[in-house]
C-alpha cells in the first residue's frame, strides 16, 4: 500500500475533524505546489489568494461570491496552517464529547461565514479601516475555530486542559483569553483577522444559546452537505431486465420439470381445500388455482 493510499484510506476511515483537518491541508499543499510552479516561469502566485480570500471591499465581493467559503480554507504560511490545525484538532476532540460530527463541520462553516460577515461589515462600518478597505483580504480557518472553541468553553466552562508552562486551565478562562486577545487586536495589522475572531466567537455562542432553545443553527449547512454527498456519492449499477428480450427455450427435461412442480403446487392447494376449505386458501394460492382451471 502506497503512502497515497494511505492517505485515502485515513481520510475514509477518519471522523469528520479528521476530513476537515484533511481537507485544509490538501488545499495548503495544493497552493503551494502551485505557487512554486509559477515561480519557475518567474510569475507570481500569490494572486491565487486573492482570487480565494475574501475581500472586504462590498463591489469586490460581488464580483467573487465564492471567497466567503473558500477563505476559511486558506493558509498562507507553515505556522499559521500548523497552529490553527492544532488547534482544531484540540477543541474539535472536546467539541465531539458533546456534539455529533455534523454540528462540528456545521459550526466550522458557520463560524466561517459570520465571522466573514463580521469581518466585512466592520472594515466598511468604521472610518478607521477606510484606507485600507479597497486592497484588504481575509483568508485562514481563525474565524470558524474560535466558534468550536467557544461553544466547547460555553458548554463546558469548568473542564480543564493542559497548557504548556500553565498546567491546568479551566476552558471559560481560555475562551476569555482569546476574546481578549482578539477584542485588543482589533487596531492591529492583522485587525482584519481579529475581527474575524469575534465574529467566529459570537457564532459559537449563538450556536450554544439556540441549542439550548431546542433549535440547531447547524442544521440547514448539514442538510445542504447531505444532498451534495447524496448527489455525488457512488451508486451502485443496477441490472433490469429487458421485457423484450427473448427468452431463450426450454428443453424438454427443463418443460417436464416445470410442468411437475406446478402440477405439485396444485395438489398441495388441492388437498388443503379437503382438509381446511377453499376459504382458508391465501390470495396468491386462489390465483394460481384459477390460473390452472382456465389453462385446463
Known sequence: MTIFDNIKQTFRQGNSLIKLIYINAGVFLLLKLIIILLLLFNISGEIIYSYLAIPAYPAELLRKAWTPITYMFLHEGILHFFFNMLTLFWFGKLFLMYFSEKQLVGLYIV?????????????????????????????????????????????????????????SVKLKYIAIFFILTSFFGITSSNGGGQLAHLGGA??????????RQGKDLTK?????????????????????????????????????????RKMAEIDKILDKIKSSGYESLSTEEKKRLFEQGNKS
Open 111 to 167: 463560524g466561517g461565514l459570520l465571522a466573514a460577515l463580521f469581518y466585512v461589515g466592520t472594515f466598511n462600518l468604521f472610518p478607521y479601516f477606510s484606507p485600507i478597505l479597497q486592497q484588504s483580504i481575509l483568508l485562514g480557518a481563525s474565524g470558524s475555530i474560535m466558534a468550536i472553541i467557544i461553544a466547547t468553553a460555553i458548554q463546558s466552562p469548568n473542564m480543564e486542559m493542559q497548557v504548556l508552562f500553565l498546567g
Open 202 to 211: 459570537l457564532a459559537g455562542y449563538l450556536f450554544i444559546v439556540s441549542l
Open 220 to 260: 440547514g449547512i448539514s442538510s445542504i452537505l447531505d444532498a451534495i454527498y447524496n448527489l455525488f456519492r457512488s451508486r451502485k449499477m443496477r441490472i433490469r431486465p429487458n421485457p423484450n428480450r427473448r427468452k431463450a427455450p426450454m428443453s424438454d427435461a427443463e418443460f417436464n420439470a416445470n410442468k411437475a
